[in-house]
């Protein structure tokens, strides 16, 4: 049988969920009668406010600004009144004011006709992506068109798109390849424009042979000058640095960017917002998320407009099955616990699960045994054990000294960890104390 690429170093290999709602097709949430939308729902500052409380808004409007380089755009999704800007706290902590908007319940949502764009330069493109809002919809949300700025000198070997989703339990991307392809491959096609690589490949998980047979139909079909790599299932290879090891077999170094190896790495929903913002100048102002988990009564894909609350998503869902034991925004290695149910989903909200209690969690921490699975499970080769050691003790200079900034708490230490020690937890807690 043919041996899959995956990267080499590393990885576990959770059970991935997936069958709960990889089989359900894209919903649309109906419009909330309130949204709630955050200035901060990307990498780096908030945007600044363009309106107030008492102004009325249209769809599509721009109402957050850019605050510097590396921030993004924000933009209303509804026609509607603001009636409030005021402080909320997001699934990852993060504090920032949002807008809240009633939606104009006879007309609320724009219309966005696709328009031709074959004619646009490289940077006008570009600056269109910017103008639109996109973020990376993978959960990074860093600015895209940050991303896809290619300093003079650089070239691209390789644009490697993102259809990993490694995450257990998420299957929005999933949906999107199956779904809205030929859009997907266009979106890929036009930051080829943009980043002129010499090759462009899509990684996809070898758990999704639909998404990679409908792939490869729709490439051929349109004769697009792409690759898709199905790849070993294998978790965490949706991170840059795995990918790019499992699909060009090259290494970032520690510190460096993808850049700097020659390779630009995008997400397919990423892709599916860039066609959006071209083809249609549609703002990033909706996005697919999963709802799942064991104690969500119905499982589904859904697309739904920024700011709209969880708790509209979980009843369109038919509610809770039963009590879960946890909140999750996003998937279960990287997401975010949360308890309230009226935070807003924003631009890289990929996932609501509502989880029980895994049977090794009843399980009570014990001293470490030094049996080396977490150093064998860390994908970045970094030693958990010892850097969870010293960042007990606060030696936090020696933890940086390992390399502890390389960690990108995926959790496969903690996933790995017979004595359920919380190793990703005491990595966050010295990256934090350890970077004042
Ligand atoms: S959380 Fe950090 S230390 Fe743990 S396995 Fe992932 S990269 Fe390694
Ligand atoms: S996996 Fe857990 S028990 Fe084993 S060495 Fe690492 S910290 Fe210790």
Known sequence: MERLP??????VHPDDKKALSNNQAIQRLPVPSELVLPLSQHLGAPASPLKQKGDMVVAGEKIGKASSFISAD????????????????????????????????SNPLGEWPEQPYDALSP???LAIVKDMGVV????????????????????????????????PYLTADHRLMLEETERVLRGIMIVAKITGPKRIIIGVENNKKD?????????????????????????????EKQLLKATIKREIPSGKLPLDVGAVVLNVGTSFAIYEAVAMRKPLIDRVVTISGE????????????GSKVADLIAFAGGLDHEPDKFISGGPMMGFAFHDDQIPVIKGTSGILALDKEPSAKAPTTPCISCGRCVAACPMGLQPTKLYRLIEHRDY????AMNLMDCKECGCCSYSCPAHLPLVHGMKLGKRLGRK
């Open 6 to 11: 995956t990267f080499s170093k590393g990885g």
């Open 74 to 105: 924000v933009h209303c999704p509804v026609n509607g009144t603001i009636t409030d800007l005021r402080k909320v706290v997001l699934a990852n902590s993060v504090v920032t004011d949002a807008f809240v908007i009633t939606p104009d319940a």
């Open 123 to 125: 940077e006008e493109l």
């Open 136 to 167: 990376g919809t993978g959960g990074a949300t860093f600015p895209t068109h940050v991303k896809l700025s290619v300093p003079k000198g650089r070239t691209v070997d390789a644009l490697v798109v993102n259809g990993v989703e490694c995450e």
């Open 211 to 239: 998404a990679i047979a409908m792939l490869r139909q729709e490439i051929a079909r349109l004769g697009f000058p792409i690759t898709v790599m199905a790849l070993r299932v294998k978790y965490p290879q949706g991170d």
């Open 295 to 306: 104690a969500m009564k119905e499982k589904k894909n859904l697309r739904v407009l920024l």
């Open 397 to 400: 200079e020696r933890a940086m």
